[in-house]
Nanobody
């Protein structure tokens, strides 16, 4: 069973920063694209950012310029650096590894932006 593990969530004030981490198994890390998704209460899950196995990145318009996705191939980790956080960024953030029809999800980490 392939499992992704997220960490780094928490409570932060508006304007603050957090860095989320996603640990992926060695067996899939180098060949799968990895993305961060979020789901706020009462809303649909949305794509936040993705990074391909070759390092190409893509962002949702709502986070462009504030969030940065990166991957550390040596540590088999994908990070989401979130700056200038807003209350509307509050959600459960999950990472997903995808290749063709195969995909694997983590269980998520809560991010709450509130004063």
């Amino acid at each position: 069973q392939v499992q992704l593990v997220e960490s780094g969530g928490g409570l932060v004030q508006p304007g603050g920063s957090l860095r989320l981490s996603c640990a992926a198994p060695v067996s899939i890390f180098s060949i799968y694209d990895i993305g961060w998704y979020r789901q706020a209460p009462g809303k649909q899950r949305e794509l936040v950012a993705t990074i391909t196995s070759r390092g190409r990145t893509k962002y949702a318009d709502s986070v462009t310029g504030r969030f940065t996705i990166s991957r550390d191939n040596a540590k088999k980790m994908v990070y989401l650096q979130m700056n200038s956080l807003k209350p509307e960024d509050t959600a459960v953030y999950c990472c997903r590894a995808e290749r063709g029809l195969a995909s694997y999800w983590g269980q998520g980490t809560q991010v709450t932006v509130s004063s």
